[in-house]
């Protein structure tokens, strides 16, 4: 499980480069940040229902930012 998790960081530090390399450095830090975080907990050799309970604890909360983010900050039509 704890392979996963270095997974994770990797393809979270593939969207950094790319983001970095886009000119949208906002995110390319919270992409940082989550690669940093997963390649952390990689390492932390927890058993495999902890690795469970973050990644499920991981997801609510990207659930809840995405949701709060989509309904309070985003604005419809952007871009055009």
């Known amino acids: 499980m704890d392979r996963m998790f270095r997974v994770l960081a990797f393809w979270t530090g593939m969207f950094t480069i790319m983001f970095y390399v886009?000119?949208?450095?906002?995110?390319a830090v919270l992409f940082l940040v989550q690669t940093a975080?997963?390649?952390?907990?990689?390492?932390?050799?927890?058993?495999e229902r902890m690795y469970m309970y973050?990644?499920?604890a991981y997801l609510t909360?990207?659930?809840?930012?995405?949701t709060w983010y989509t309904e309070f900050?985003?604005?419809?039509?952007?871009?055009?």
Request: charged share 5%.
């Open 22 to 27: 886009g000119d949208m450095y906002n995110t």
């Open 54 to 56: 973050l990644f499920g």
């Open 37 to 47: 975080f997963f390649l952390t907990l990689s390492y932390l050799k927890l058993s």
């Open 61 to 66: 909360v990207f659930m809840i930012g995405f």
């Open 73 to 80: 900050i985003l604005v419809p039509g952007f871009g055009h």
